[in-house]
């Protein structure tokens, strides 16, 4: 598996150290689902920044009960 290298402060690893410690995981799990999750945040807010401009330029909304009959499986014998 591959590795990379990051330049902490001492207080910065230490706080690092010491929340794993705490999670019962290791430093490098801590720092790898640490950047895993900023990124997916990232990705969620451009998505959610997508979606809302849609919206915008066309606002047109449907209750969940219209979304069921538009979309609802009406040949029982598939």
Do not use: G
């Amino acid at each position: 598996m591959p590795s990379a290298t990051i330049r902490l402060t001492d207080e910065e690893l230490q706080l690092i150290k010491s929340h794993a410690k705490a999670q019962r995981r290791s430093v490098s799990d801590v720092i790898r689902l640490a950047i895993l999750d900023l990124i997916e945040d990232e990705y969620d807010l451009a998505l959610f920044k997508q979606a809302k401009e849609e919206y915008i330029s066309d606002p047109v909304t449907f209750s969940h009960d219209e979304m069921m009959h538009r979309y609802s499986d009406d040949d029982e014998s598939l």
